[in-house]
Nanobody, 116 residues
Framework: QVQLVESGGGLVQPGGSLRLSCAAS????????MGWYRQAPGKERELVAI???????NYAESVKGRFTISGDNAKNTVYLQMNSLRPDDTATYYC??????????WGEGTLVTVSA
């Protein structure tokens, strides 16, 4: 059973930075893609950023130029560097690993709060 464990969330002031990490255990295969999603209170979960094994990266329009996703396939780890954080970035952030056969695994989430 694959388990994803996130870390790095917390409280930060507007304009600050945080780095999220997500490590997978229990998998003998590398994912086809690794991504970060977020869900704010009262809103649906949305894609923040995703990185494919090809190196292709996609970002939500709202985070382009501020967030950077990176991954280490050998370590089955994905990172999200978040800069210039804004109050509307406040949400629970979930990492997601996609495997062949449309198999998805999710982390339990880490809370990011951007507030003065």
């Amino acid at each position: 059973q694959v388990q994803l464990v996130e870390s790095g969330g917390g409280l930060v002031q507007p304009g600050g930075s945080l780095r999220l990490s997500c490590a997978a255990s229990g998998s003998t295969f590398s994912p086809n893609a690794m991504g970060w999603y977020r869900q704010a209170p009262g809103k649906e979960r949305e894609l923040v950023a995703i990185i494919y094994t090809s190196g292709l990266r996609n970002y939500a329009e709202s985070v382009k130029g501020r967030f950077t996703i990176s991954g280490d396939n050998a370590k089955n780890t994905v990172y999200l560097q978040m800069n210039s954080l804004r109050p509307d970035d406040t949400a629970t952030y979930y990492c997601n690993f996609k495997f062949t056969g449309n198999i998805n695994y999710w982390g339990e989430g880490t809370l990011v709060t951007v507030s003065a």
